[in-house]
């Protein structure tokens, strides 16, 4: 695995608009955003290990120096209203599935990343209020290889050979740029194509607890999800769901 490389990961992106910043080690990438003040457009931070690197809902994301990718982008958020945690799923997925040409890619509500129906990267997406400048961070962890992991748990590794590291993340950082100055991705096709259980039974829960099980009928322009029940539809902007045969 080639090393991190700021040169390779900057590639027809315009360096004044970028800070980036490679560690070989750091609490947690998103953290280090949190902590530096930047001056240009946007700040970008890698790393090759986070000795705390966190997951959604107060999870540990584990984060060992095996050529994985761990990088967070900040920018001053003048979006409006747009979900960046599904929009960064979407660039993500369609970056993976370019490069590798396969179709085993897929998006798990909320922004789950899947390879064949195994979960191989996440996404955080975190805002400070500075001032009256909302400054959002977004955090992606993306495995390429994991020493232990749960059976649920997947990786890059059958295309260790085809996708590189400083490539990647070249690409959805462009891609997350072009997204935040352009706003012109169909973003909810693109997601509703990708995800992996539209139209399947899920289970929507909430921290150990199970809501309610229903249909995943889709998702809203704020990012929320739509599940069928009985009688009703029902609308969620939070939880996890779980789907038999994926996880
Ligand atoms: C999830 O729980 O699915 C989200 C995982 C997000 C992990 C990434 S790795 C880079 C950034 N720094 C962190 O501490 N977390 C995010």
Redesign the pocket.
């Given at each position: 695995m080639k090393e991190l490389n700021k040169k390779a990961i900057l590639k027809d992106l315009k360096e004044n608009d970028i800070d980036i910043r490679i560690f070989s080690s750091i609490d947690?990438?998103?953290?280090e955003c949190k902590r530096q003040c930047f001056d240009k457009k946007y700040l970008l931070i890698t790393a090759e290990e986070?000795t705390?690197?966190?997951?959604?809902s107060g999870?540990n994301?584990i984060?060992q120096k095996l050529g994985n990718v761990?990088?967070?982008f900040a920018f001053n958020n003048n979006l409006k209203n747009s979900p960046i945690s599904l929009i960064t799923g979407v660039i993500v997925h369609s970056i993976l599935t370019k490069i590798t040409q396969s179709k085993g890619f897929g998006l798990k509500w909320p922004n789950?990343i899947l390879l064949k129906n195994k979960k191989i990267g996440?996404?955080?997406v975190e805002n400070e209020i500075q001032g009256n400048k909302i400054k959002t961070i977004i955090?992606?962890?993306i495995n390429f290889n994991l020493e232990e992991k749960e059976s649920w748990w997947g990786d890059l590794s059958e295309f260790s050979k085809i996708i590189e590291r400083n490539n990647l993340i070249n690409g959805i950082t462009k891609n997350l740029i072009d997204y935040i100055e352009n706003e012109n991705l169909h973003w909810i096709d693109s997601w509703h194509y990708a995800c992996s259980h539209l139209n399947k039974k899920v289970k929507v829960n909430s921290g150990s607890k199970t809501i309610c099980e229903g249909i995943f009928i889709g998702i809203n322009d704020d990012g929320s999800m739509n599940i069928k029940l009985d009688d009703k539809i029902e609308n969620f902007k939070f939880g996890e769901v779980s789907i038999k045969g994926i996880y």
């Open positions: 947690s990438t998103n953290n986070q705390k690197g966190r997951g959604r999870k994301w984060s761990y990088m967070s789950d996440g996404i955080l955090g992606i962890g």
